[in-house]
Every structure is written in structure tokens, then in C-alpha cells.
């Protein structure tokens, strides 16, 4: 199984002091998970935003799907993420305004037809049990069920690379469960991997790999 | 594809945000239908007082012979029928020298009145008959004033006296739209004059135009010219080319003003929306940029927005103002209102512009905390 993901001393900092990452180097291969954990302000999550191509590392490469975009345009990186990278934030982050089904196509790149999603749409939604939810508004869904629709719309348009930052940091026992499942389940297929930020250690306990990220002591 | 996509999350975007949407439409709306409405109304009032500053007295040219006896210099006739027929000359009356005329056969009746005898050089005749009908050369048409004052009882059957001789009168008349001698003739009687009249003691032009009084008169100059400069006197208002122009500057130059200030005014306001609208999009454009929108297409559904909402309303505000002028009889230019609306409309999508700007260069990861 090859590397998806080559992350090469990677450092990076908040303004001109707080160095988050130093000298980072790690390979996330396809058809696993791997959960990133650590305490608070250790730099988890800015890990994943740098694999996600949201942040830039001050210093390091990091290869995604096969393109080293560190430099490259904001666009290319845009059009990148939008291709092979799917994102699960811990607060589900849903439009609460918008219904189920609006929140879902949203996760469907721009540049890409909605009706050729349809059948993914509808099975994923059937598989994490919101299917009876795709008319009703974001804001009227529990917690459980925000999370599920966000995951929902996360998959929909099949990324290689499946972020998850703390997904079950809100649920509760059953419904991190599901979700668990699904992440598992995707990470492993062929092809794909998921990179779990997490404190939950069913998730540690399961991940295929476990990378633990120390607080830097300046 | 994204172009209909964009378009899309933007208009879903502008229904959620009804009260923002709703301010960036009202916007657009009252401020494209105050500008049709100012320009129009404008528009209005300019062409009412143009139509004014058109009157026969604006546009009339009087020359006069200087002769001061009564068969003594006049201007030549074939001369005043070249000038009668000149370009931009719309009628043209001839006048003998005016005479005086009385009540025939009652000897201690002094009342007297003017007596023309003229002849329509160009254009239609400019009295119309309200009694009789029109006289033959050698009988007269009264004017209802002269009536009056000479106390026929039976105006189209009767006679007056000009200079020892009878002029029989067949008809009565009202004069109207005959420049500076309207009035004059208003209260005069009148004769046709005969074919090979010597010469007319004034000549009276209604030109097409204010802008054709100084060229007419300057024609008539040059065709004068052998008759000689100081034996007529040419009588019409020099600031008649003028008119035209300084109705149309004065009346749309203020309304101008006011639009172009309007319409600032609306476009930093709309703007101030656009600006609060992506202030409080962060999270959602933090969102968006997280699932793979560039810069573009968050800059793209931002401006879009903007124009979709300041479009209609624009359209929808021209429409209504239009609507409002026409009830009011305003004559409308059917460009004006579709040329408002497109502005205001472009004002809407420039406004957007630095709204949309701030919403593409924010960073997405920053405001979904990280860490």
C-alpha cells in the first residue's frame, strides 16, 4: 500500500513566537486510519489544516495525492482540496439555515454535476440513518444527527484523504459509534485513508496507526 | 457548471439573509426609481418650458420699412417673397402700412380702429374666421375686438370706411400665433392684399425654430442688402439661438447633480451591506473554503449576490417610478428607465466588490479556530 500523504519536517508557527510544529515528519498510507493525538495546543490541528491545504508550512513539504502544493496558488490548492480531500469538523459546522439535503450538496465540488451524486447522496444517508431528515433545516437536527449529515456530506463526493477534527469530541456513546464506524470504514477502503484528530481513545484503541504530538518547549 | 452552481449558493444565500437582502434591494429600488423619477420629471419641466420659450413671439422676426409716409419707401415685393420663402421660415405675413379705419355712414361716431392690408406669403393663413367667410381683394374681415369697438350689429354685413372709400366687411376673425403682431392685428381690420402688391410696409416671420431666428435674419440681410441697411429695421430676440440650449443644460445639469448624488450615496450604502454581509458569512465562507471553494468563487457568490439583489431592485424601483411618471402624463425617453437600472445595477455590483474582496482573503482556518 503506497503513501497518499508525505508529510517532510514540517515546522510551523502562530505569528512570529508560538511555534506550533517543528520538524514534522510523517507518511499516512491509503486504506487506513490514523489518528493524530496529544494534549491541548500541541499542534493536532494544525497538522490536519496543513494536510487539508488550509495553512502553509513555514518550512517542510507535505505531498497530498501526489502534488507537493506548498507554493502553488491558492487557486490550485482550492481546486485540490475540493478533488481529494474531505473535511469533519467536531461542531458538524452545518448552515443551520439550509436543509439536510442543501448542506450535502455543498460538499459536492462546484465544478462537478449534483445529479451524478444523487445515488451516493441518498445510500449515505440511508447507511447513517438521516434519509427521513433531507428536508428539514440543519438547525432543527441534534447533535448526533448534525454530525452524521456532516459526514454525510464530507463522503459524498468520494476524497482519498478524510479529515476528521475530533468528530466525536460532542456525541454521545451511540452516535460516535456510528460515525466511528463510517470513518473506519472509509479510511480502509483501497485508495482512501482517514486521518482522525482525537482525545477518544476507542478511536486510538482502533486506529491502524497512532501518531502522538508533543507540546514544543521553547 | 459553477457559474450556475455559484449562482445558486448565492441566491440560496440572499433568501436565508432575508434582512440584509432585503436592505441591499431596497436600496437599489429607491434609488434607481428617484433617479427616473428626477430625470424624468425633469425631462418634463424642461420640454414645458421649452415648449414656452417656442412660442410664435420667440420665434418671430419683424422687418420694418422706415418709410414714415404712407406710400413712400416699402420693401420691394419680390424681395419679401425670396425672404418669405427662405429655409427655416415657417409662415410669413405681409403688411401694408397700418391705416385707419371707421364706422361708415354715422358721422358723429369718432370710434376708429387699425386696417391692414396683407397678404400670407408662406404658410397657412394665421386668423381664424369665426364668423362670414374669408374676404375677396377689396373687402375686409373684422376682428372681433374691432367689432367691438365699432359696434357692428351685423359684422359680416357690414360696411367701414378707409379713407373716403367703403370697404365692405364679410367676416370676422381671431388671430393667433402671428409673433410680435398677434395682438396688433387682434384688434384691427383686414384685407387680403392683390397679387402685384408694390411692396409691404412689414413683414412679419415665424421661423421653425429659436435657433433659425439668426440665420433668417441675417439672409434677409444679404437679400436686403440692395434695398439698402438703413431704409428697414429687422426687430427679434438675439438670445432666441440660445434658448434651446440653456433649457436643456439648466434644467438636466441640476437633475444630473442630484442623481449622480443619489446614486453615491446609495452605492456606499449598498456597500456597507456588502461589507457587513461578508463579516457576518465568515464561518459559513470559512466553510466553503474548507470544502474546496477557491478565492474566486467566494469572491463570485459575494459580488453575485450583490448584483442579483441591487439588479431587481434597480429594475423593480425604474419600473414603479416609470409607472408613477406615466400616470402623471409625463412624456417618457424609453432609454431613461432601462439606462437607470442598468447603473444603479452596476453601482450594485461595484459596491459588492470590496465585500467580496474581504470575503476571499480571509483565512478560513483561522476563524474555524485553529487550534
Known amino acids: ?218 | 457548471m459553477t457559474t450556475w452552481r455559484l449562482v445558486a449558493v448565492a441566491l440560496g444565500h440572499a433568501r436565508r439573509r432575508i434582512v440584509l437582502s432585503l436592505a441591499s434591494f431596497l436600496i437599489a429600488a429607491l434609488a434607481a426609481g428617484a433617479v427616473v423619477y428626477l430625470i424624468g420629471d425633469s425631462s418634463q419641466r424642461s420640454n414645458q418650458l421649452l415648449d414656452t420659450l417656442n412660442s410664435p413671439e420667440v420665434r418671430s422676426i419683424t422687418l420694418r420699412a422706415n418709410s414714415d409716409t404712407l406710400n413712400g419707401d416699402l420693401l420691394p415685393e419680390n424681395i419679401v417673397r425670396n425672404i418669405a420663402m427662405l429655409p427655416g421660415v415657417e409662415q410669413a405675413l405681409g403688411l401694408s402700412k397700418v391705416q385707419s379705419a371707421s364706422v361708415a355712414n354715422v358721422t358723429d361716431d369718432d370710434a376708429s380702429v387699425g386696417y391692414f392690408v396683407g397678404a400670407f406669403l408662406n404658410g397657412e393663413t394665421r386668423y381664424q374666421l369665426t364668423s362670414g367667410r374669408h374676404p375677396q381683394f377689396g373687402e375686409a374681415v373684422a376682428s372681433e375686438n374691432a367689432v367691438d369697438r365699432l359696434r357692428l350689429t351685423v359684422p359680416s354685413a357690414s360696411q367701414i370706411l378707409v379713407r373716403d372709400a367703403l370697404v365692405p366687411v364679410v367676416g370676422t376673425f381671431t388671430a393667433s400665433s402671428l409673433g410680435a403682431i398677434t395682438n396688433l392685428l387682434n384688434t384691427s381690420v383686414f384685407s387680403p392684399a392683390i397679387e402685384d402688391q408694390n411692396g409691404y410696409f412689414i413683414l412679419v416671420l415665424i421661423v421653425r425654430q429659436p435657433s433659425d431666428v439668426v440665420a433668417v435674419v441675417e439672409a434677409a440681410r444679404i437679400l436686403l442688402t440692395e434695398f439698402g441697411v438703413s431704409r428697414y429695421t429687422s426687430e427679434y430676440d438675439p438670445r432666441a439661438a440660445e434658448v434651446e440650449l440653456l433649457v436643456a443644460k439648466a434644467g438636466r445639469s441640476g437633475a444630473r447633480s442630484t442623481a449622480l448624488a443619489i446614486v453615491a450615496l446609495a452605492g456606499l450604502i449598498e456597500a456597507a451591506v456588502a461589507f457587513m454581509n461578508a463579516v457576518l458569512q465568515r464561518r459559513e465562507i470559512a466553510r466553503r473554503r474548507a470544502l474546496g471553494f477557491t478565492r474566486g468563487m467566494v469572491f463570485g457568490v459575494l459580488v453575485i449576490e450583490g448584483a442579483a439583489l441591487s439588479g431587481v431592485g434597480a429594475a423593480i424601483g425604474s419600473l414603479t417610478a416609470t409607472i408613477v411618471l406615466a400616470s402623471n402624463k409625463h412624456s417618457l425617453v424609453f432609454g431613461q428607465p432601462i439606462a437607470a437600472a442598468c447603473f444603479m445595477a452596476l453601482i450594485g455590483v461595484i459596491a459588492a466588490l470590496p465585500g467580496g474582496a474581504l470575503g476571499a482573503f480571509q483565512d478560513p482556518a483561522r476563524i474555524l479556530r485553529v487550534p
Request: one cysteine or more; charged letters at 20%; glycine letters at 8%.
Open chain 1, 1 to 218: 500500500m503506497g503513501s497518499l500523504i508525505s508529510v517532510n519536517q514540517v515546522g510551523y508557527r502562530y505569528g512570529r513566537a508560538q511555534l506550533v510544529l517543528d520538524d514534522v515528519s510523517v507518511d499516512f498510507v491509503e486504506g487506513q486510519v490514523h489518528a493524530i493525538i496529544g494534549p491541548s495546543g500541541c499542534g493536532k490541528s494544525t497538522l490536519l489544516y496543513l494536510i487539508g491545504l488550509m495553512l502553509r508550512p513555514e518550512s517542510g513539504e507535505i505531498v497530498v495525492v501526489g502534488a507537493e502544493l506548498t507554493h502553488a496558488r491558492d487557486f490550485d490548492r482550492a481546486i485540490h482540496r475540493s478533488e481529494y480531500i474531505g473535511f469533519v469538523f467536531q461542531d458538524s459546522l452545518l448552515e443551520p439555515s439550509m436543509t439536510v439535503m442543501e448542506n450535502v450538496i455543498e460538499g459536492i465540488p462546484l465544478q462537478h454535476r449534483v445529479s451524478e451524486y444523487q445515488p451516493d447522496i441518498d445510500s449515505h444517508l440511508l447507511r447513517l440513518g438521516v434519509a427521513d431528515l433531507r428536508d428539514r433545516k440543519a438547525s432543527q437536527l441534534s447533535g448526533g444527527q448534525a454530525q452524521r449529515v456532516a459526514l454525510v456530506r464530507a463522503m459524498v463526493k468520494r476524497p482519498m484523504v478524510l479529515l476528521a477534527d475530533e468528530p466525536t469530541g460532542n456525541l454521545d456513546g451511540a452516535t460516535a459509534s456510528i460515525v466511528l464506524s463510517e470513518l473506519f470504514n472509509y479510511g480502509r477502503q483501497p485508495g482512501h485513508t482517514c486521518i482522525v484528530v482525537t482525545h477518544d481513545e476507542r478511536i486510538t484503541a482502533d486506529a491502524d496507526t497512532v501518531l502522538r504530538l508533543e507540546p514544543i518547549n521553547v
